[in-house]
T-cell receptor
Framework: GAGVSQSPSNKVTEKGKDVELRCDPI?????LYWYRQSLGQGLEFLIY????????KSGLPSDRFSAERTGGSVSTLTIQRTQQEDSAVYLC???????????????FGAGTRLSVL | AQSVTQPDIHITVSEGASLELRCNYS??????LFWYVQSPGQGLQLLLK??????LVQGIKGFEAEFKRSQSSFNLRKPSVHWSDAAEYFC????????????FGSGTRLSIRP
């Protein structure tokens, strides 16, 4: 596709249930990021995938959160035993590594709005 | 570790007035610097970026930003704002490393007074 695609766009779940959020990055982008944005807040970094390197999981808030990236493309963010405080917009972004190495311009998806009742 | 500070949580300016949004970063070397805009209910869109070269960077929608190494700043400016500029603005910094990630500031909400 032309841009970063996230699905579903909205997800309502009950407390204690598991959810999976999907991100399709721009084709050929080697870097993929997940962020969480709570209402009226900034972007909270969750996890970063870059090529075949081990992912940077330093932003995951608890062991209920996990993510994988299959085949260097599609990524799934899984939240187990959801809590009400997990309610937020989850944003995915992808980028190329810049020509001189280092972070490139990120292209963002529209996000998944998660509501935990 | 790098960090980004946007000291202004919310700014209101009159339509047609000039705008400056502040961004300060903490990093040991010259970072990659970005400004993104998020309109209500939308994803983030890149306004401009600084990688190297001219420290005054031009972006889309009439925005510009200036990298000042001595002040560790990358402030965003626009000479005359339009009502459509009302949005959330995020400054971000990235390391010059292939294993880097980008860190975002907490954002500045811009409101436009008619």
């Amino acid at each position: 596709g032309a841009g970063v695609s996230q699905s579903p766009s909205n997800k309502v779940t009950e407390k204690g249930k598991d959810v999976e959020l999907r991100c399709d990055p721009i084709s050929g982008h080697t870097a993929l990021y997940w962020y969480r944005q709570s209402l009226g807040q900034g972007l909270e970094f969750l996890i970063y995938f870059q090529g075949n390197s081990a992912p940077d999981k330093s932003g995951l808030p608890s062991d209920r959160f996990s993510a994988e990236r299959t085949g260097g493309s599609v990524s799934t963010l899984t939240i187990q035993r959801t809590q009400q405080e997990d309610s937020a917009v989850y944003l995915c972004a992808s980028s190329l590594v810049s020509g001189r190495g280092g972070a490139g311009v990120q292209y963002f998806g529209a996000g998944t709005r998660l509501s935990v009742l | 570790a790098q960090s980004v500070t946007q000291p202004d949580i919310h700014i209101t300016v009159s339509e047609g007035a000039s705008l400056e949004l502040r961004c300060n970063y903490s990093y040991g070397a010259t970072p990659y610097l970005f400004w993104y805009v998020q309109s209500p209910g939308q994803g983030l869109q890149l306004l401009l970026k600084y990688f190297s070269g001219d420290t005054l960077v031009q972006g889309i929608k009439g925005f510009e930003a200036e990298f000042k190494r001595s002040q560790s700043s990358f402030n965003l400016r626009k000479p005359s704002v339009h009502w459509s500029d009302a949005a959330e603005y995020f400054c971000a910094v990235g390391e010059r490393s292939s294993a880097s990630k980008i860190i975002f500031g907490s954002g500045t909400r811009l409101s436009i007074r008619p």
